[in-house]
């Protein structure tokens, strides 16, 4: 119904209300992704399927896919295409990317978001940096639980239910990798 909307003639006004519901439909379809993530890995339903990946590939369809969003926030990614490969689960690998950079644009508005792959100590990281307000020491160990969100005067607005994180945590348990944070 909603598309069918757009199609319509409409004053300023109905232009802002369809806006607002097109912004509550994708706030929707968020959550009950995210909530069919968390079901699926409670159940078990999940399981890796372990091959090649090219993080190159992986992180570049995310910021494609992100372009958009950051833009709509004022932010600009840069992105450090990778040659690099891994035997991981290609798809639970987006999902991880994919909601790093979307929390990034989410509570980081205006901010600078740069994706890419360090290697240090012989192990490979993938980097999703911005330089956003940071998050506040006490907040850092709550921050990869389900249903938290910390809310600063910059993020008042951001939507969402602090499930993006806490998904990543569970699927880089599933896959054996480490997820960590540095915040200033």
Known sequence: YVEYLHGMRMGRDGREVLHNIDRSVESLTRLCRSL??????????????????????????????????????NITIRFRPSRRWVR???????????????NAIKYAPGAQLLVGV??????LSIVVADTGPGIARK??????????????????????????????????????????????
């Open 36 to 73: 069919l993530d968390l079901s699926a890995l409670d159940v078990g339903r999940v399981k890796p399927e372990i091959g090649p990946v090219s993080l190159g590939e992986v992180m570049g369809e995310v910021v494609r896919q992100a372009n958009e969003a950051a833009r709509a926030r």
């Open 118 to 123: 360090r290697r240090r100590n012989g192990m």
């Open 139 to 184: 907040d850092r160990h709550r921050i990869f639980k389900e249903f938290v969100q910390i809310e600063t005067p910059d993020t008042v607005e951001a939507d969402g239910l602090g499930l993006g994180l806490s998904i990543v945590r569970r699927l880089a348990d599933m896959l054996g990798l480490r997820v960590g944070l540095v915040s200033q």
């Open 88 to 102: 991981s689960d290609p798809t639970l690998l987006h999902t991880m990317v994919q909601n790093l950079v979307s």
